[in-house]
């Protein structure tokens, strides 16, 4: 884990397309066109169109990959993804929310805790 925060420390100096919205508590939402400057913080960003994908579905609990990174990428208008408390797994706080739209993505390193609702198709990729 302190291998990624150093490198978001990095990333943070050079772009404000990163949102922190508790010490630890990191979303990074952002155009496609900008994938390639996070390869620093995960290399298999590179082919990221090599890289199998599933479609996400509505969630009614906040889901947590600890092992993996987790992007989502919009097909269609109406995705939402909200983002909780790391520390507290029981907690159904909402701490963020971004409306995904076509041609961003949002990036979640291991362990944050989310939510996917909408209506629109968004793929979901788990990163080592």
Not at 10 to 22: C, E, N
Not at 49 to 66: K, V
């Amino acid at each position: 884990m302190w291998f990624f925060m150093g490198l978001l420390c990095r990333l943070l100096l050079f772009t404000d397309r990163v949102r922190i919205t508790r010490i630890g508590q990191v979303m990074i939402h952002d155009s496609l066109d900008n994938l390639a400057s996070y390869k620093a913080l995960l290399p298999s960003l590179d082919r990221l169109e090599d890289l199998l994908f599933s479609y996400a579905s509505e969630d009614e609990t906040f889901q947590c990959n600890r092992k993996v990174c987790t992007l989502f990428s919009a097909m269609e208008e109406g995705c939402q993804i909200a983002c909780s408390w790391r520390e507290e797994p029981l907690s159904r706080d909402v701490l963020a929310v971004v409306d995904l739209h076509p041609g961003f993505f949002v990036l979640l390193l291991p362990g944050e805790r989310f939510l996917f609702k909408g209506s629109g198709k968004c793929r979901v990729y788990n990163l080592e």
